[in-house]
Nanobody, 126 residues
Framework: VQLRESGGGPAQTGDSLTLSCLFSGRPDPYYHMAWFRQAQGKNREFVGGLKAWLNTNGIVADAVKGRFTISLDDAKGTLDLQMTDLKPEDAAVYYC???????????????????WGQGTQVAVSS
């Protein structure tokens, strides 16, 4: 599986952005897929994720609940992160991640993911 993020860039407080993670080479649907972010000087943190075989809207972290939505488009081969009402604290490098697993509880720790994209930068100015 290969992952490639796109859609990052500069934004202002209150703006919306959609990040897309193009995935290829997935041999079966039993994957956990997620978005993480890492701000400068901070640890990588879970933003949202889903289990690909269920193909339903996933879960998001409390810090972005009500503002961010994660979804899978199998037809396009993308994992999308729709971000609304952006805040300066959302500024970070956003990474797409995946791991092959049929485990029913979604993994939310970065150490549980073994496939990563190169990241896309999101900058938010006030």
């Amino acid at each position: 599986v290969q992952l490639r993020e796109s859609g990052g860039g500069p934004a202002q407080t209150g703006d919306s952005l959609t990040l897309s993670c193009l995935f290829s080479g997935r041999p079966d649907p039993y994957y956990h897929m997620a978005w993480f972010r890492q701000a400068q000087g901070k640890n990588r943190e879970f933003v949202g994720g889903l289990k690909a075989w269920l193909n339903t809207n996933g879960i998001v972290a409390d810090a972005v609940k009500g503002r961010f939505t994660i979804s899978l488009d199998d037809a396009k081969g993308t994992l999308d992160l729709q971000m609304t009402d952006l805040k300066p604290e959302d500024a970070a490098v956003y990474y797409c991640a995946a791991r092959s697993s049929a485990y029913n509880n979604l993994y939310t720790a970065a150490t549980n993911y073994f496939i990563w994209g190169q990241g896309t930068q999101v900058a938010v100015s006030s």
